[in-house]
């Protein structure tokens, strides 16, 4: 679990472009919109490609987006839980 | 008529705040000049600059430092004129298609639309005021001078922030040189008018302009008229339009100090510029200026940076192509481009 | 006194029809142009619902008199049709004395065209031809060409509100003295360029749209080209031209909030809403009728109900969304929608919301559902926002009303 978080923290970065954030900066259990961050709605669709894309796990409604992308963490068990049953 | 009251402009020369007026020339040995950018940081925030394109980067940059040397901390309209608006987003997402349409990404989409530099200004800016964005060619800048013009003479207080913005990109390059349009390697820009190969040489830049009924002490010159003509029949009709359109504000040829010429280093498009000016305003002083900025649809705003300076500092500097030689005054300034002698854009600058 | 501003043509293709009585008859019919994609090669054809031109490429250059002519992008050959008709109708042929402004709207370009050949374009030379028809320009010159106009042009793109903004600056233009007379609207093709687009900020419905509704779930991308002809009242004193309406105010304001989202409580909606009728000098009560921008995604919806409520808090009137019949119809919207308003007022019809059956819990009105005949319609709004919180709004009166 650990080495997935490492591995989508510069994941999310690359994804969202967040030049000047490194992997250490951020907390895996912090949120990453509103607070922390600061991501919105389209930072939310990136994400929703990225997890396509390098994971090959397809998120069809966005609103979903809401809890799988809480936090790092929480998006590394969403991945974890998922590519089992692909 | 408006006055100029503030200019923010990126450029392939240094034009940023606190460079002076072209006091050190910048060379280019490059396929196309490619702006001196300033450090993004000190105008947009780096987590909102995340899904930020250069192009939008250099818009915001522009329209903020224009706000800061007019003194303004917002303006009643924002609108910005682009002939191409972001070629690099464009190409990103037509290089996704061309491989395959899924995992294609949001945000290169939102920002390829024409209008998203002019409102991401006013939401940087915070501001609800008219907004609108012109995309036609060498009229995208000269529609919003006008659009500005027009909302001066109901409100002549209003502070409209009106700018021109283009940016190039090695992929676009090498689609247009196709036609024959650029040159077909890099030159150095300071050799483009005694360069022999074909074409134009390329650029790109950013240029944001206050301008308003009332004088302040930021004046830079009168924004005196702007003309756009359409497929003239030829170099006379031409001629004529820019004596009627000097005669209209009052003046003779006579009374054109400077003109800023559309000059690219495209030997057919040079011979239209040359033809027009040399029939229309004969013995006045020819400035070229393309060979410090490059060719883009919104060009007109490096001259509109110029014109601004030269009025006001009573100055040309020497990095300037000026022919025959320097005049006694600046005190009228005419601004000529055209895009293959079917869209002619003029604006007339005055002390 | 700044000139009154006279609409005297009407331009207009759709996936409703190819003219404005097609148009009309579609809608009078309630025959919607949604429908799965036909024109264009994507993988999502099997997924998305369209509304598109029933007519190929090759059908429009037929359709036009154009057949054997290169460089004409879909995008300039519907602007051709549709401004060929509000020209006509306006007889300007017959007052080429006149100053008279081209002003359109588009966003797309020759997008249409130059997706196909992008790959071309980098690495041969087999379709050069094409490369300078990509820029918004383009489908602009190509409309002025046809019609032999060399005055006053320019090109409009602020998203979904380019044709409403066309025809505003267009009135002020006139209003400055600067020109006689104007087209002014939009075009607007399908492309696989913007419907992966859309289809990647996951706000396309893959049924037919709902906008006001509480299960809404998105657009449905539309295609076509609408032009309206302006005149100077001192024009139509020479032309002699039958007014069809007036067009009484217009207003652009910008949400300035997120560069895809409106704020909650529709700022700049109501801004746009707001100048639009205090330049008409009409109360909020006298207007008749809005034409929503209701895409029927859950931001526009919500945003613009609101800002509705507000301006019109004490008395809400009829309101509904037509993109339901047209489809999204993007930098068209503004004067397809305009045109749609204006005929509803001269047929004294509300056009139905379609597709509408649960009222949004957050609004006090609903939209209307059912086609509604013998309302004396007088002032009619019609709202157009874009990407990017280009918000304008546009109000039409009947002429002779006092």
């Known amino acids: ?86 | 008529m408006a006055y100029i009251n503030g200019i923010g402009i990126i450029s392939p020369q240094n034009t940023l705040p606190g460079s002076g007026f072209l006091e050190a020339a910048v060379e280019h040995n490059t396929d196309f000049l490619r702006s001196v950018e300033p450090v993004y940081k000190s105008y947009i925030d780096p987590i909102a600059a995340r899904r930020l394109s250069r192009l939008i980067k250099m818009g915001i940059s522009s329209a903020k430092m224009c706000m800061q040397d007019a003194g303004l901390g917002m303006p009643d309209a924002i609108i910005t004129g682009t002939g191409l608006g972001s070629v690099e987003d464009t190409e990103k997402i037509l290089g996704e298609l061309t491989k395959e349409e899924k995992f294609l990404n949001p945000t290169p989409f939102i920002q390829s639309t024409y209008n998203t530099i002019s409102s991401q200004i006013a939401i940087h800016l915070k501001c609800h005021q008219y907004n609108s964005t012109y995309v036609h060619r060498c009229f995208s800048l000269e529609s919003c001078l006008l659009d500005g013009l027009l909302q001066i003479s109901d409100n002549p207080a209003a502070n409209i922030l009106a700018g021109g913005i283009d940016e190039m990109t090695q992929n676009h390059l090498t689609i247009i040189r196709r036609l024959g349009l650029w040159k077909p390697e890099a030159i150095r820009n300071f050799d483009l008018w005694t360069n022999n190969l074909p074409g134009a040489l390329a650029g790109e830049g950013s240029a944001y302009f206050i301008i308003s009924g009332v004088k302040t002490d930021t004046s830079y010159a009168r924004l005196e008229a702007v003309e756009t003509l359409y497929k003239p029949g030829s170099t006379a009709e031409t001629a004529s339009f820019v004596n009627e359109f000097l005669s209209g504000n009052g003046l003779s040829s006579g009374d054109v100090d400077v003109v800023l010429m559309g000059n690219n280093g495209h030997t057919g498009h040079d011979r239209i510029c040359n033809e027009v000016i040399s029939r229309a305003i004969p013995g006045t002083t020819r400035v070229l200026y393309k060979h410090l900025c490059g060719e883009y649809h919104t060009v007109s705003g490096f001259a509109l940076f110029l014109a601004s300076n030269m009025i006001r500092r009573e100055f040309i500097p020497p990095s300037l192509v000026t022919l025959p030689s320097i005049p006694k005054k600046i005190e009228t300034v005419l601004i000529h481009n055209h895009f293959r002698d079917t869209d002619h854009a003029f604006i007339l600058v005055r002390k | 006194m700044p000139s009154r501003i006279f609409v005297t043509g009407l331009g207009f293709i759709s996936g409703l029809g190819n003219n404005v009585q097609e148009n009309l008859s579609s809608l009078l019919n309630l025959h919607s142009g949604i429908g799965p994609i036909r024109q264009i090669e994507t993988s999502l054809k099997a997924e998305l619902l369209v509304s598109e031109v029933r007519m190929s490429n090759a059908d429009l250059l037929l359709y036009a008199g154009l057949q054997g002519q290169a460089g004409y992008s879909r995008n300039s050959l519907l602007g051709i049709i549709a401004a060929r008709e509000a020209f006509k109708q306006a007889r300007l042929n017959d007052h080429r004395d006149l100053r008279i402004g081209l002003i359109s709207g588009t966003t797309v370009g020759g997008m249409d065209q130059c997706e196909k050949y992008y790959q071309d374009f980098l690495t041969n030379n087999s379709r050069n031809d094409f490369i300078e028809i990509y820029d918004c320009a383009d489908s602009t010159e190509k409309i002025a060409d046809d019609l032999g106009l060399n005055g006053f042009m320019t090109t409009i793109s602020t998203a979904c509100s380019s044709a409403a903004n066309s025809i505003l600056f267009a009135a002020r233009m006139m209003k400055a003295g600067k020109l006689d007379s104007a087209i002014a609207g939009g075009t607007e093709a399908l492309t696989k360029f913007h419907i992966n687009g859309f289809n990647a900020l996951k706000i396309l419905d893959k049924q037919p749209c709902r906008p006001f509704d509480a299960a809404r779930n998105g657009i449905n991308l539309g295609e076509g080209a609408a032009y309206l002809t302006l005149e100077t009242e001192e024009t139509n004193n020479k032309t002699g031209n039958k007014v069809i309406c007036e067009l009484v105010g217009y207003g652009n304001a910008c949400e300035a909030f997120h560069q895809t989202a409106s704020s909650p409580d529709g700022t700049g909606a109501y801004l746009a809403m707001k100048k639009a009728l205090d330049m008409s000098g009409e109360q909020p009560d006298s207007v008749d009728y809005i034409n929503a921008h209701g895409t029927g995604t859950d931001n526009n919806d919500l945003s613009e109900g609101r800002a509705i409520e507000n301006l019109f808090s004490k008395k809400i009137p009829y309101v509904s969304s037509t993109k339901p019949f047209t489809g999204h119809m993007t930098s068209a919207a503004g004067s397809a929608e305009a045109i749609i308003s204006i005929l509803g007022m001269l047929n004294g019809t509300i056009w139905p919301n379609l597709n509408f059956s649960n009222p949004m819990p957050e609004l006090k009105f609903e939209p209307v559902a059912e086609l509604l005949s013998g309302i004396e319609l007088n002032v009619v709004m019609s709202n157009s926002f874009g990407f990017g919180g280009n918000d304008s709004s546009l109000v039409f009166k009947k002429h002779g009303i006092h």
Not at chain 1, 63 to 78: H, L, N, P, Q, V
């Open chain 1, 1 to 86: 679990m650990d080495e997935l978080i490492d591995k989508l923290k510069k994941e999310v970065i690359t994804q969202l472009n967040l030049e000047d954030i490194s992997a250490d900066d951020v907390n895996p259990d912090a949120p990453l919109f509103g607070e922390g961050l600061g991501l919105d709605s389209i930072d939310a669709l990136e994400l929703i490609v990225l997890l396509e894309k390098n994971y090959g796990i397809k998120i069809e409604d966005p609103k979903d987006g809401k809890k799988i992308f809480y936090s790092i963490r929480t998006m590394a068990e969403y991945i974890t839980e998922n590519q089992k049953k692909a």
